[in-house]
C-alpha cells in the first residue's frame, strides 16, 4: 500500500510530496487522474491545472477519466498511479459506491498500487468521511461514509490551519476555530482524526508513514488535540 494524502495544496506547497511521488513510481506508464470529486467542473480546465501540477513527475502522459463509470471500464494496472483531485467529498465517495469503482480502488491499492489524493481525494483514505462535515455538505444524500480506512481507524480532515485569501485574518482564525470545535466533537463520538494543513502530505508506504511538509499537523483523540511535527 502506498498512498500520498495531501492536505490539500498545491504549486509550491507540494512540491516536495510530488518529488516523491517521482521517486516511486514506474517512469514508463501514464498517471490517471480523477476529477469527478468537482462539482459542476470544466474538467478540460481541471485536466490543464494537473498537468502543471504533476510537471515535475517523469510520465508519458496524464490521462484523466470524468465519471466513476469512466473509471470502472478502465483498466488501472496501465497506470503507474492514481491522482485523485479535490472538490466535495461526500461527492467523490458517493460516485467511487454507486459505480463499482470503490472495490476497484481498493483492490489496486492493496496490490500495491500507488495513490495521490489531494484534499477529499485524501479524506476519502481514512475511516469516515463525515470528519470533513465541518466544511462539506451531503448533497448527494450519502447514507455509508465509511473510507478505504488506509490508516487504521483514524479519519483524515484537509485544510486545516490554512488561511484563505478570500477571508479577513479574524475569518481565518474564526474558521479555524469552528474547524477545531466540529474535529474535538467528532473525535470523541466517532474516533480520532488526522487533521493536516495544505503544506502537508502524508505518504503512507506499506507499514511506514512518513509527513512530507512544513507545517504542524494535528491529532484529534478522545476530545483532545495534540500537535505534530513533521
Known amino acids: ?6 492536505g490539500g495544496g498545491d504549486g509550491v506547497q507540494t512540491k516536495d510530496a510530488c ?3 517521482n521517486d516511486v513510481i514506474d517512469h514508463t506508464k501514464p498517471i490517471l487522474y480523477l476529477p469527478f470529486a468537482m462539482e459542476n467542473a470544466d474538467y478540460d480546465s481541471c485536466h490543464e491545472w494537473v498537468l502543471g501540477e504533476l510537471r515535475c513527475v517523469d510520465v508519458p502522459d496524464i490521462e484523466m ?3 466513476a463509470e469512466e473509471l470502472d471500464g478502465t483498466n488501472v494496472e496501465n497506470y503507474s498511479a492514481i491522482f485523485i483531485g479535490g472538490g466535495n467529498t461526500y461527492k467523490l465517495l458517493n460516485d467511487l ?10 483492490a489496486y491499492i492493496e496490490q500495491d498500487g500507488i495513490v495521490f489524493g489531494g484534499s477529499a481525494g485524501a479524506i476519502i483514505f481514512g475511516y469516515d468521511i463525515e470528519s470533513c462535515a465541518a466544511m462539506d455538505q451531503n448533497k448527494v444524500g450519502l447514507k455509508d461514509t465509511k473510507g478505504f480506512d488506509a490508516l487504521s481507524g483514524y479519519s483524515v480532515f484537509a485544510h486545516y ?3 484563505s485569501s ?3 485574518e479574524q475569518e481565518n482564525r474564526e474558521r479555524t476555530e469552528r474547524y477545531t470545535e466540529k474535529l474535538l466533537r467528532y473525535s470523541q463520538e466517532r474516533g480520532p482524526v488526522i ?8 505518504f503512507l508506504n506499506g507499514d511506514h508513514f512518513e509527513m512530507i511538509g512544513s507545517r504542524p499537523y494535528y491529532c484529534f483523540e478522545g476530545g483532545k488535540r495534540r500537535e505534530m511535527i513533521p
Open 1 to 6: 500500500m502506498r498512498i500520498f494524502l495531501c
Open 19 to 21: 518529488r516523491r511521488l
Open 65 to 67: 477519466v470524468k465519471s
Open 97 to 106: 459506491k454507486a459505480s463499482g469503482s470503490f472495490e476497484k480502488i481498493k
Open 161 to 163: 490551519t490554512n488561511g
Open 166 to 168: 478570500r477571508l479577513t
Open 195 to 202: 487533521a493536516m494543513p495544505e503544506e502537508d502530505t502524508l
